[in-house]
């Protein structure tokens, strides 16, 4: 399983890749997680991303490009992998194609977490308080001031990539506001959608059980009349006449089958 994870800062897309992770047994490739580590262990591409990811920026293409088709690379990704945070731009998307098409491997598909703006202001204040509550230390950039830059540059420089896969269809959209439960059953659905196709054939054949029992019940009661008809040809002697012809005509069919 190859998946791209798209959608602005709060999206909720490191939780959902997370749980991917353990359900595909494949390998999260966040590229903010790959540039902190860098920034924390001060090499030069750290040095490089540090203070543009301080102010809420993106990192220049051919860096974090760089970045990625390294980490593509390892063993471990081979199975396949969840791109959290990469491709931020199309000229990234582009050159994610490149290295894909050279390793001969495909996309499954590109996951769209949409959620409001409004609630990605509420949900990165709520992050951040429960970080602070449990003495952790913050990102510098998860803060009210740089988040609104964070956002814009995701409007501004990461939404056409929406466009780009839609285009390709490639895109699956889910509501991201949703509790991250329902996200998930949502996310599970787009990429595996036959146990919904199952329950909906399931649906459509009790649909059609229902309607067939509606018409025998219909029939049946049609079928009234039908009894008081036998009840005059039962003192008529009408039915037990036809019924026995009957009888003996399949006897007689029977034997000159037989003989
Ligand atoms: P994230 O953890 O995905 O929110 O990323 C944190 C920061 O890392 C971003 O605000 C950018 O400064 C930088 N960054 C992460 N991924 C990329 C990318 N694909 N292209 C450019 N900058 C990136």
Not at 38 to 49: C, D, S
Not at 164 to 193: C, F, H, K, M, W
Not at 198 to 211: I, M, W, Y
Request: hydrophobic share 40%; net charge positive; no cysteine.
């Amino acid at each position: 399983m190859r998946l791209i994870l798209l959608g602005p800062p709060g999206a909720g897309k490191g939780t959902q890749a997370q749980r991917l992770v353990k359900k595909y047994r494949i390998v999260q490739l966040s590229t903010g997680d790959m540039l902190r580590a860098a920034v924390a262990a001060g090499t030069p591409i750290g040095q490089r991303a540090k203070d543009i990811m301080a102010r809420g920026e993106l990192v220049p293409d051919d860096v974090v490009v760089a970045i990625v088709a390294d980490r593509i690379d390892q063993p471990d990704a081979k199975k396949g992998f969840i791109l959290d945070g990469f491709p931020r731009t199309v000229p990234q998307a582009v050159a994610l194609e490149r290295m894909l098409t050279a390793k001969g491997v495909k996309l499954d598909g590109v996951i769209e977490l949409n959620v409001d703006t409004n609630i990605l202001h509420k949900r990165i204040a709520n992050r951040v308080a429960e970080s602070k509550a449990r003495g952790e230390a913050l990102r510098p950039d998860d803060n009210p001031e740089v988040l609104r830059t964070r956002i814009e540059t995701y409007r501004a420089q990461t939404a056409p990539l929406v466009d780009y896969y839609r285009s390709q269809g490639a895109l699956r959209t889910v509501n991201g506001t949703a509790p991250i439960a329902e996200v998930a059953a949502a996310i599970d659905r787009v990429l595996d959608p036959a146990p919904a196709r199952k329950a909906a054939r399931k649906r459509d054949a009790a649909k059609v059980l229902d309607g067939k029992l509606k018409v025998a019940t219909k029939a049946a009661g049609r079928k009234k009349p039908v009894a008081g008809r036998s009840a005059r040809a039962a003192t008529s002697g009408k039915s037990d006449r036809k019924a026995a012809s009957r009888g003996k005509t399949t006897l007689r069919k029977s034997k000159s089958r037989r003989g």
